[in-house]
């Protein structure tokens, strides 16, 4: 799968940049640290489900990804946003601009949320691999984009799921549509948890917006932001799984990333990452990430697995090294 950056990377960086990555992970605190400046603020808000969902996707393209014994998870064709994008509600203009700038990716804009990357397949085979299931669960899907994770979580059990992406147009074009897509599919009554997050696919369409606003959330805005608003709830949730992909390319997010694991992780949560080793012309990547987290002392970090194939990917979890004041 390719994609499209707006840097601009010299072949001698790419071939030095396996001879720098050890150089790199010592300096990581130095590039990395609280006083880094920070992009513009971009206010959390939270969303909710168009009461008229199901007419407006009535005609939607979907794909269907499968992946071993996972439930099949739909979502809406990624290249269809393009070709309608003059007929999109989008305030924020990202579809104009991913089209006009030909990126994938445009810092502090644009954070790549209408794409399905390749971290989010790696973590989804691992889950499937171990088998792991998510009744009673609170997820957080943090930086969503499609928000597979969380409906797998959903799908599997979890009493509640967060999603958030920096992009509302990402949230409510993409993340809400296909949540409510997979919300309606039949066989979803296994694995559950007590509460009923799934509705039953006989249910009126407005029934079944309802009940997506009682076990999930839809979150836009930057972590920071994000961070501040689930905490201003009382008590301030916090979620026994985390799940992110592919989050971890700029080393100067690292300070609110970071923040959001700690405060809003459960004592015994798990924290899954799925990364490449490197990001070319954007800086990050997990050996300046582990740098970070080791600096900080708060996590430990733990290999799961490891992906060779051409660029490095990895999937990490992160726990607490020793209980949350």
């Keep these: 799968m390719a994609f499209s950056f707006n840097f601009n990377i010299s072949s001698e960086i790419k071939q030095n940049c396996t001879n720098e990555e050890d150089d790199n992970k010592d300096t990581a605190n130095?590039?990395?640290?609280?006083?880094?400046?920070?992009?513009?603020?971009?206010?959390?808000?939270?969303?909710?489900a168009a009461a008229d969902l199901l007419s407006s996707i009535d005609h939607a393209v979907t794909e269907t990804l499968t992946i071993?014994?996972?439930?099949?998870?739909?979502?809406?064709?990624?290249?269809?946003?393009?070709?309608?994008?003059?007929?999109?509600?989008?305030?924020?203009?990202?579809?104009?601009?991913?089209?006009?700038?030909?990126?994938?990716?445009?810092?502090?804009?644009?954070?790549?949320?209408?794409?399905?990357?390749?971290?989010?397949?790696?973590?989804?085979?691992?889950?499937d691999n171990e088998g792991k299931t998510f009744s009673g669960k609170r997820v957080l899907d943090l930086g969503c984009g499609a928000g597979l994770l969380g409906i797998l979580a959903l799908k599997r059990g979890a009493s509640k799921v967060h999603f958030q992406d920096y992009n509302s147009t990402v949230i409510e074009q993409l993340t809400i549509p296909n949540v409510f897509l997979n919300s309606v599919e039949e066989g979803d009554d296994k694995n559950r948890g007590d509460e009923d997050c799934s509705p039953a696919p006989k249910r009126r369409?407005?029934?079944?917006?309802?009940?997506?606003?009682?076990?999930?959330?839809?979150f836009s805005g930057d972590w920071v932001s994000f961070l501040s608003l689930i905490q201003s709830q009382d008590p301030t949730l916090r979620y026994d799984l985390i799940f992110t992909s592919e989050t971890i390319y700029n080393t100067d997010y690292y300070?609110?990333?970071?923040?959001?694991?700690?405060?809003?992780?459960?004592?015994?949560?798990?924290?899954?990452?799925?990364?490449?080793?490197?990001?070319?012309?954007?800086?990050?990547?997990?050996?300046?990430?582990?740098?970070?987290?080791?600096?900080?002392?708060?996590?430990q970090i733990k290999s799961l697995r490891e992906l060779d194939q051409g660029l490095k990917r990895h999937i990490v979890s992160l726990s607490f090294k020793k209980s949350p004041s």
């Design 30 to 48: 130095n590039q990395v640290d609280e006083t880094s400046a920070r992009k513009k603020v971009k206010e959390a808000l939270e969303h909710r």
């Design 255 to 299: 300070p609110s990333l970071h923040d959001v694991f700690q405060k809003l992780l459960a004592e015994h949560g798990v924290v899954y990452l799925a990364t490449k080793s490197h990001y070319f012309g954007v800086g990050g990547g997990l050996y300046l990430f582990e740098s970070f987290v080791e600096g900080k002392n708060v996590f």
């Design 68 to 127: 071993g014994a996972l439930p099949p998870l739909l979502y809406l064709n990624e290249s269809v946003f393009e070709q309608t994008a003059s007929e999109r509600d989008d305030a924020e203009k990202v579809l104009s601009q991913t089209i006009t700038q030909n990126s994938d990716l445009i810092t502090g804009v644009y954070e790549g949320g209408l794409k399905i990357w390749e971290g989010t397949q790696d973590l989804l085979e691992y889950i």
């Design 205 to 218: 369409s407005t029934e079944k917006t309802h009940a997506l606003g009682d076990c999930c959330g839809f």
